[in-house]
């Protein structure tokens, strides 16, 4: 049973640039959540969506920052016009049915973007 | 307001028993408590939860004391590989889904 799936593992892009990151969650789980984790910090909350809906975008960027999970397919976590303080470590997690901040995440092992 | 309270950093031994205390004053009734450990380069992997009392599995044990403001996560004879960084985690008090991080405890196994 695989495990929670991002790609790519590494993206770099220029200013100004787009950067597009996957996750693909555990078999059987319909909620996601993305995390972006800044060197020597934890993990920081940016959205949840379960299958075609935003639950929460509370930690999201209100501006260059979306997010999506279509009915089929990965989700993904699209960044536009990227600047450097974008660069960081961006995990994205699944959950089961239930979902709830009481429900163990699994995590993937995250897409390290750079930006020159 | 943080939510938990850990120590920063922790030294041990290979082969000793490790005791990581976290702080959680204003647990929600509801709040389970989730420990979380992380590897550089990777994400975090779930380790342990627990609501009181104690929790063991085959990679740790969870002391949760009856008042509940406090949690101590035990590693017994922790190896080389179980240097990485332990995260302490309460259920957000209004309902969110989302977990928040602190900064961790990052433990450090001495040959």
């Known amino acids: 049973n695989a495990g929670v799936m991002q790609n790519p593992r590494h993206l770099v892009r220029r200013r100004g640039q787009e950067a597009r990151l996957r996750c693909s969650p555990m078999?059987?789980?319909?909620?996601v959540y993305w995390y972006r984790q800044l060197p020597e910090e934890g993990l920081k909350f940016m959205v949840y969506?379960?299958?075609?809906?935003?639950?929460?975008e509370s930690g999201m960027p209100k501006e260059r920052f979306s997010a999506e999970f279509p009915k089929e397919g990965p989700s993904i976590l699209r960044i536009q016009q990227v600047v450097r303080g974008d660069s960081a470590a961006y995990f994205c997690?699944?959950?089961?049915?239930?979902?709830?901040?009481?429900?163990?995440?699994?995590f993937g092992d995250g897409t390290r973007l750079s930006i020159l | 307001l943080a939510k938990t309270t850990q120590p920063i950093s922790m030294d041990s031994y290979e082969g000793q028993e490790v005791n990581i205390t976290c702080s959680h004053n204003?647990?929600?009734?509801?709040?389970?408590i989730t420990w979380y450990q992380q590897f550089p380069s990777q994400g975090p992997r779930f380790i342990i939860q627990?609501?009181?009392t104690k929790v063991t599995n085959e990679v740790a044990s969870l002391f949760i004391p009856a008042d509940r403001k406090s949690s101590t996560l035990s590693l017994p004879r922790v190896s080389l590989s179980d240097t990485a960084v332990y995260y302490c985690?309460?259920?957000?008090?209004?309902?969110?889904?989302?977990?928040?991080f602190g900064t961790g405890t990052r433990l450090t196994v001495i040959p």
């Open positions: 969506l379960q299958k075609e809906n935003i639950i929460d």
């Open positions: 627990g609501y009181k």
């Open positions: 078999k059987g789980h319909s909620h």
């Open positions: 985690l309460v259920g957000d008090e209004d309902g969110a889904n989302n977990l928040f």
């Open positions: 997690a699944s959950s089961t049915d239930t979902g709830g901040s009481n429900q163990p995440q699994h």
């Open positions: 204003n647990i929600a009734t509801n709040d389970y």
